[in-house]
């Protein structure tokens, strides 16, 4: 993990960055899967540990983004709206996804929750104006796969939790929002400068709505916001938000899509939450996935 800060902070070659970009994002996707955790054990209101979620951020990407030579302010007005808007998603976004959290299990939050993965991947597509080649197809159609299969053990408790599911399934929509407007602005805009103005953004997004739901906002033990604060949002979402400027959505969003397995199996291990057959047939069919999106076509031999 320290490795990865170190890539994410300091300048790197293009093409230095590019080959550790992939490793990384699946190193920021085990933290991000580790969010559903610490939120229930962070001692407040579950949009309240959104909005410390991204507060407590804001000093140490600030720091490591000055440490690393990233500016903060965007060069324009038009990238600096963007990233508001970004923000935006992103607050919103976690306000359901945390809400959700706490009312249906790990795997069904996150699962739900990334559903802007398959949206993210889309538009990526449709960006390139090009049709998926043959790897890239049975890629999205094992992860497709994968993904129902893990939908389908919770299926049998989809009104135990509805509510949870609906509410991480909208998060997921908002998700994909905040997504491309990363990917719009990473072009130019350095990734730690960027996600500490989107933290900024976001918590001004959070705060009310925490306050309008009259949530209990001061932990008695900071133990459990802080560490979602540097385990989600400086190294989860930063890793993240990294990769975006390296890799193509394709990539990025069958990526994060193995985080509903990790955090399956984080709710298998800790809460004893069910994990059935084709639940880890699911989860072997995302990771096999995410080898067939990296793997390269053969080239044609010359006559």
Not at 34 to 40: A, C, D, E, H, S
């Amino acid at each position: 993990m320290a490795e990865g800060l170190r890539e994410m902070v300091a300048p790197a070659t293009r093409s230095r960055a590019a080959r550790v970009a992939f490793p990384l994002l699946l190193l920021g996707n085990v933290a991000l899967a580790m969010g559903p955790f610490l939120v229930r054990h962070s001692g407040v209101g579950p949009v309240a540990a959104g909005f410390w979620r991204v507060t407590l951020a804001v000093p140490f990407l600030i720091l490591l983004a000055r440490l690393g030579r990233q500016r903060i302010v965007p060069p324009t007005r038009k990238l600096t709206l963007t990233i508001a808007a970004g923000a935006f998603f992103f607050g919103t976004d976690v306000a359901a996804w945390n809400a959700g959290i706490l009312i249906t299990k790990l795997g069904n939050a996150t699962l739900f929750g990334n559903i802007g993965s398959f949206l993210f991947a889309a538009w990526g597509l449709w960006l390139a104006r090009q049709r998926p080649s043959l790897f890239q197809a049975l890629a999205l159609a094992g992860a497709a796969t994968g993904c129902a299969l893990l939908m389908w053990g919770s299926a049998e408790l989809s009104l135990a939790h509805l509510h949870g599911d609906l509410l991480s399934a909208l998060a997921g929509l908002l998700y994909a929002g905040y997504l491309i407007a990363v990917d719009k602005a990473r072009a130019d805009v350095p990734p730690l400068g960027l996600l500490a103005l989107s933290s900024v953004f976001a918590a001004l997004t959070l705060l009310p709505i925490a306050l309008a739901l009259g949530e209990p906002m001061i932990p008695a033990d900071w133990t459990g916001v802080f560490a979602l604060a540097l385990v989600s949002q400086v190294v989860g979402q930063g890793l993240l938000v990294f990769a975006i400027g390296e890799l193509s959505p394709l990539v990025v969003g069958l990526a994060l899509l193995t985080q509903p397995a990790l955090s399956a199996l984080l709710g298998w291990v800790y809460y004893g939450e069910s994990m059935t057959g084709l639940d880890f047939l699911g989860a072997a069919l995302i990771g096999a996935a995410l080898v067939l999106v990296r793997l390269r076509p053969p080239r044609a031999k010359p006559r």
